[in-house]
Structure formats: structure tokens, C-alpha cells
């Protein structure tokens, strides 16, 4: 049986079982967590990563990641994961209220937000608005593999575009 001294000890322990792949022992001390500190933002966002990726409990990965953002504003960690939820579930009026939050907060990851805004505007076939998107990602993407990933979003929008638009011909 495993003694812990404090609330991070016991949350460092969650995050290590989880990196292992012991999400069960993880949810566990993560409850524990909760129950000992209910304002522990940060167990929400290890909760709702759970949530999310390994059980597919969309609902409850919601409420974690926007526990964690509403006790924590200013953790960066949580905005790349709860955008994503956000864009998946298709929940425009949130995505672009935690959007903008994500963007005025330091240490969050901007290429990626923007990557996943422009993901979420060519899904649903805004291409002028998730052509916008990747450029702005393209302007602060600092690691090669996602700009080469980028590039390739702004090709393939590029392709879409030009499928989709109109010829107009006029006899003379």
C-alpha cells in the first residue's frame, strides 16, 4: 500500500500511472484527490484527459476540462484538449469562447489551437475560414513535423477550393 504525504504527491503518482497506462490507478488517486480538495484544478484535467481518450465519456471529459479552466484559467495544458473536444462534439458557441481565452493565455501552444480551429472550419466547409486558420497556425509553428503538417492542410484546402469553385463563361 502506497503512503502519500500530499495532495501533489498523490497527483504526481496519478500522472505516473497514467503515463504507464494504468488509467484505473490513476482514476482512482484522482478521485481521491477531489474528494480530499475539491478545487484541485488540475486533477480535473488529468480526469478528463481519461475521459476522453480512454473511456470516450464525452460528457464527463466536458466537465472536467471546463472544471479545471474555470478553477485554473490560466493552466495552458487543458485549452489544446478541450478545444478538441469542443470541435469534435461540434459545439461552435463554447469553441470560440474557450478559443478566445486559449489565445490570451501564455504558454498554451498556438499552432496547435490554430490547427485544430482550421481542422474544425474544413470539416465543416468553411475552407475561407480554415484557410485563415492555418496560416495563422503556419505563422507560429516552431517544430518542423507540424509545419509540414500545416503546409499539407493548406494544400489540400487549396485543392478543395479550387474543386469548388464556380466557372463562369461568357459568350462575346
Not at 496519478?14 to 480538495?37: C, H, M, R, T
Not at 475539491?38 to 481519461?50: C, D, E, K, V
Not at 478559443?99 to 501552444?109: E, F, M, S
Request: charged letters at 25%; glycine letters at 2%.
Amino acid at each position: 500500500m502506497d503512503t502519500y504525504y500530499t495532495i501533489d504527491e498523490k497527483y504526481l503518482q496519478a500522472v505516473e500511472e497514467y503515463q504507464y497506462g494504468e488509467s484505473p490507478k490513476s482514476l482512482q488517486l484522482l478521485n481521491e484527490i477531489i474528494a480530499a480538495d475539491p478545487l484541485y484544478a488540475r486533477a480535473y484535467f488529468q480526469l478528463g484527459l481519461i475521459y476522453y481518450y480512454e473511456l470516450k465519456d464525452y460528457q464527463q471529459a466536458g466537465y472536467c476540462f471546463k472544471t479545471c479552466n474555470e478553477l485554473e484559467p490560466s493552466f495552458p495544458d487543458v485549452y489544446e484538449h478541450y478545444i478538441h473536444l469542443l470541435a469534435f462534439l461540434n459545439m461552435e458557441k463554447n469553441l470560440n469562447t474557450i478559443k478566445a481565452k486559449a489565445l490570451q493565455t501564455p504558454g498554451v501552444d498556438y499552432a496547435t489551437i490554430w490547427n485544430i480551429l482550421g481542422e474544425y472550419a474544413e470539416k465543416n466547409k468553411d475552407l475561407n475560414h480554415a484557410r485563415k486558420c492555418y496560416e495563422e497556425a503556419f505563422a507560429v509553428v516552431v517544430i518542423n513535423k507540424e509545419m509540414d503538417d500545416i503546409e499539407e492542410s493548406l494544400k489540400r484546402i487549396t485543392v478543395k477550393q479550387q474543386r469548388t469553385a464556380r466557372y463562369f463563361y461568357s459568350i462575346s
